[in-house]
């Protein structure tokens, strides 16, 4: 590949508005364009960022030969087509969870990377967050011994969110619970089963067809022993908002905290029972990242000196430092280095599982195998 700066586009500029300085910065990319479809949120953006090349529409951007690569942040019912029509522009496609809303979708992505040799990286923010970081070392330094089971959840009051928020079945937007349990080993899933449980407003219930308050879903490993169990809710739980995952070893087992901010905790095999838990506080891994965007891990260099004020910060800690590891994973996908996780069929995998899911919990719990194309082995 070549060793030129890949040339990057910014579609959607609200949460996307964030990777702009990493981008800048980032010594192997050069921030290019921004595409907004609101001239006056386009124009304070690019502004304050200095991006001269604006687009209001997202079909002049694909057009834009001078572009390498589009890093999509738009509306969930969005990415599909916006990562289809990029792909068949010839662009790269970085895009923000979930990869679709559909099986079918998801499998027209894996068919496009693998006819075109484009890559597809879709931006999982929890497996590059300083916690998962933090377990995956201590995985592949082989602390946590034999991999026994893994646990997540993704709990998130939506009240107040627009647009296409309100009632949409849990399972939809199960990544960040999916994508750590699945990638700490870079496992597959081969078949689920999950039950719902709760209701929310009945005024909701005709947005999906969906009741559930909560969906609950046991993950089978394709080709492993391993089991891992994740639940998601919405609307209508009390509960902060967390990202949890937490992992059973035959030596180690790590613990998400129960409220934000809290240390870790660390369960060491055969010490005296007093002595098997230990509160640890979770180191940053900005010292992986190239020095000129280490610094984005913390909090507070997005917006000045008055920090960064998207809903990303206040629900959800800044994603755990994980902005600037999404970033230099891509850009050293698409110089030829690194493995760029998850790829088109591994985003295919952790997607799918949660859109099955809910045709599980639909069927009662019923049993559902994962598409032979969502799977690598």
Not at 304 to 322: C, I, M, N, R
Request: charged residues 20%; hydrophobic residues 35%; contains cysteine.
């Amino acid at each position: 590949m070549s060793e030129k700066p890949v040339r990057v586009a910014i579609v959607g500029l609200g949460f996307g508005a964030e990777f702009i300085p990493i981008y800048q910065r980032h010594p192997g990319a050069e921030m290019v364009a921004i595409c907004q479809r609101t001239q006056s949120t386009l124009d304070e953006v690019g502004d304050k960022f200095g991006v001269a090349k604006r687009y209001r529409s997202y079909e002049d951007l694909l057009a834009d030969p001078e572009i390498d690569a589009v890093h999509i942040n738009t509306p969930i019912p969005n990415h599909a087509e916006q990562s289809i029509a990029a792909l068949e522009a010839g662009k790269h496609v970085a895009c923000t969870v979930p990869m679709a809303t559909s099986v079918e979708d998801c499998r027209r992505i894996v068919d496009l990377v693998k006819s075109t040799g484009l890559h597809y990286m879709m931006m999982e923010t929890v497996v590059y967050a300083r916690e998962f970081l933090f377990m995956r070392e201590l995985y592949l330094k082989g602390e946590l011994g034999k991999l026994q089971f893994l646990k997540a959840s993704h709990q998130q009051d939506m009240d107040g969110w627009p647009g296409y928020w309100p009632g949409l079945p849990p399972m939809h937007y199960a990544t960040h619970c999916v994508g750590p349990v699945l990638g700490l080993g870079r496992n597959e899933a081969e078949y689920v089963s999950c039950f719902p449980s709760g209701t929310i407003r009945e005024e909701m219930h005709d947005c999906y067809g969906s009741p559930f308050a909560v969906e609950t879903c046991h993950i089978r490993f394709k080709d492993s022993d391993l089991s891992a169990q994740v639940y998601r809710s919405l609307f209508d739980v009390a509960r902060q908002y967390r990202e949890s995952f937490e992992v059973y070893g035959s030596k180690k087992a790590v613990e998400w905290p129960l409220v934000e901010h809290e240390p870790l905790v660390v369960h060491t095999a055969k010490r005296p029972e007093p002595e098997i838990p230990e509160r640890v506080e979770c180191p940053d891994f900005g010292h992986w990242l190239p020095e000129e965007i280490a610094p984005f891990t913390r909090g507070g260099v997005y917006g000045g000196e008055e920090g960064g004020d998207h809903l990303s910060f206040t629900q959800g800690a800044g994603h755990g430092g994980s902005h600037p590891h999404l970033v230099h994973q891509f850009v050293e996908l698409l110089h030829g280095r690194g493995e760029g996780y998850p790829n088109a069929v591994q985003s295919a995998n952790i997607t799918c599982t949660g859109i099955l899911a809910h045709e599980s919990a639909l069927k009662g719990g019923e049993l559902i195998r994962l598409p032979d194309f969502t799977l690598q082995s």
